[in-house]
């Protein structure tokens, strides 16, 4: 079956750090790839997407290429701010199954120290 | 555009009772989903409906259930609550069913004593 494999949390950094988060996913066909971001005591909110290989999705500074070759969405930003602490999801979508279902990842917890 | 709505946000019940919980989608919204969040299984599928329609269900016994009403709006039910059912329940709306983008309701937090 579809799963997403992120990596443990969580993960600290200083203000201005660079930020990479590991995503690997094991899918039939060619799943749409999404990171969606968690605030404390939120929803989920779409952070970017990718829908099909080489694809880059981008939003807010932060940055994602779907690799089909590797299986893996990295999410990335440059320079992170107090206000990106949150918890991160990686989740993939078939689009063949005809289905909204989303399989996400276990989340990463991101805390940014000013 | 106001965004999905969920309610209550907050529920405490007590095991062996039944629960309801809504989500009303954003308006032109036809496809709801609902996921279960807990910190040991993380997020999880539950079903999705679409026009009425249950289109996918996830692996789940049968004491969750859930409908959708003519208006988009969604239900989801849980009978006979276990401990095991405390999480955050999330609903997500979509325009269609071949969409990219799923909309989030900031939950309702069911806590089962």
């Known amino acids: 079956g579809n799963s997403v494999t992120q990596m443990e949390g969580p993960v600290t950094l200083s203000e201005e750090a660079f930020l990479t988060i590991n995503c690997t996913y094991t899918?039939?066909?060619?799943?749409?790839l999404f990171w969606y971001v968690q605030y404390p005591g939120e929803g989920l909110q779409l952070l970017l997407k990718?829908?099909?290989?080489?694809d880059k999705g981008s939003n807010k500074g932060f940055e994602a290429t779907y690799r089909k070759e590797t299986t893996s969405f990295h999410l990335e930003k440059g320079s992170v701010q107090v206000s990106d602490s949150a918890v991160y999801f990686c989740?993939?979508?078939?689009?063949?199954?005809?289905?909204?279902?989303?399989?996400f990842g276990k989340g990463t917890k991101l805390t940014v120290n000013p | 555009k106001a965004g999905v709505t969920q309610t209550p946000r907050y529920l405490i019940k007590t095991r062996g009772q039944q629960v309801t919980l809504s989500c009303s989608p954003i308006?032109?919204?036809?496809?709801v989903s609902w996921y279960q969040q807990t910190p040991g299984q993380g997020l999880q599928f539950l079903f999705e409906?679409?026009?009425?329609?249950?289109?996918n269900k996830g692996n789940f016994p049968g004491r969750f259930s859930g409908r959708q009403f003519s208006n988009s709006r969604s239900e989801m039910n849980v009978s006979t609550l276990e401990l095991g059912d405390s999480a955050l329940y999330l609903c997500?709306?979509?325009?269609?069913?071949?969409?990219?983008?799923?909309?989030f309701g900031p939950g309702t937090r069911l806590t089962v004593t």
């Open positions: 997500a709306s979509s325009p269609t069913t071949t969409s990219y983008e799923q909309y």
């Open positions: 308006s032109g919204h036809r496809s």
């Open positions: 409906y679409f026009s009425e329609t249950q289109r």
């Open positions: 899918a039939t066909g060619y799943p749409s």
């Open positions: 990718a829908t099909k290989a080489d």
């Open positions: 989740a993939l979508r078939d689009p063949q199954g005809g289905s909204e279902k989303l399989v």
